[in-house]
């Protein structure tokens, strides 16, 4: 679900004649995203309530960014949650976040006894690639953290592989989610321990919810009300982690059911999912300054403002 390199969009789809590839659907809203994982359970029961109020919002698992971005610029979809479409907005596609979703859920682990940036030294460290999310969570926090270390890093794409790798021995550390943490816990318990923890050193955006202003403005309503029902989620989801044991049961079918409370409470314990909203001037300017120091800067956004209407957000909070 994420890149940490600018993802090109093709510069005819960002004027008003580029042709769609596929038609839109037939709904009030289609909302594109990578596809369901235990971050976007809270949107899956969103989804359902704001159905069951009258809304009609569809649901479009797109794949990789690519697909999310272009996708999002041709319009063929309405919302979409991924962070990094900040990249077509740098380009010129007209859209905002409108409400976060859920903040960096990935962890750096090693075997035992490597528990620091230092210990790091000539031991295989995997990631996806160099200029992958996972990537340059590793890089940049090398560089930031022990810039004398020299990690060798191990391009291993795919996190099964990467987790894989790590219960094989061909790997010393990784970069992984917390769900393939609380799946290696489980397959070597005591084996590997966290290096660093990316959901608190780097709790930047990883799904943010985003639309064209044109939408927003065209349809208040559903912005609205999208916005309550996701934070009415996230409150109750701390307060009674099994909604997400129960609809990741019913959506994500390639997860051991055994496994799945650890890793949703892992996720909880984590805090990833705003119940202000998120999009604080801070948050966001976090995560500009991570994609923007990825080796390809961005041209035209520097701060929060580039990027974020909080409008509907504020006058949801406040009236909360």
């Not at 649901?59 to 991924?82: F, H, R």
């Not at 391009?155 to 021995?169: H, K, Q």
């Not at 966001?284 to 409008?311: K, Y």
């Amino acid at each position: 679900m994420g890149t940490g390199r600018k993802t090109k969009v093709h510069a005819a789809c960002l004027a008003a004649a580029c042709v769609l590839t596929t038609p839109a659907l037939a709904a009030e809203a289609t909302f594109g995203f990578s596809g369901w994982a235990v971050g976007y359970l809270p949107t899956a029961i969103a989804i359902d309530r704001l159905n069951e109020m009258g809304h009609e919002v569809d649901a479009v698992e797109l794949g990789g960014n690519n697909n999310q971005l272009q996708a999002a610029a041709t319009g063929n979809v309405d919302i979409t949650a991924i962070a990094q479409v900040m990249d077509a907005i740098d380009q010129g596609f007209d859209t905002r976040f409108f409400l976060a979703g859920n903040s960096n859920e990935f962890l750096l682990v090693a075997r035992s006894g490597l528990d620091s940036c230092e210990s790091l030294e000539g031991q295989a460290l995997g990631i996806h690639s160099v200029g992958s999310f996972v990537g340059q969570l590793a890089l940049q926090w090398l560089a930031a953290t022990c810039p004398e270390t020299n990690a060798n890093i191990t391009v291993i794409e795919g996190s099964d592989n990467r987790l894989a790798a790590l219960v094989a021995g061909q790997l010393d550390a990784s970069v992984i989610d917390l769900q393939d943490w609380a799946l290696l816990q489980q397959a070597m318990p005591g084996a590997f321990e966290v290096t660093s923890d990316y959901t608190k050193t780097l709790p930047i955006m990883r799904a943010a919810f985003a639309a064209p202003p044109a939408f927003i403005e065209a349809n208040p309503e559903l912005i609205e009300d999208w916005i309550t029902v996701h934070l009415d989620v996230y409150q109750e989801i701390y307060e009674n982690p099994q909604l997400l044991v129960e609809k990741g049961l019913e959506v994500l079918g390639e997860i051991d059911p055994e496994v799945l409370p650890q890793i949703v409470d892992a996720f909880v314990a984590a805090e990833i999912w705003p119940v202000d909203g998120g999009l604080t001037d801070a948050s966001v300017q976090a995560t500009i300054d991570f994609f923007d120091n990825d080796g390809e800067p961005f041209e035209t956004i520097s701060a929060p403002a580039d990027v974020v209407d909080r409008t509907i957000l504020d006058a949801v909070l406040s009236s909360r």
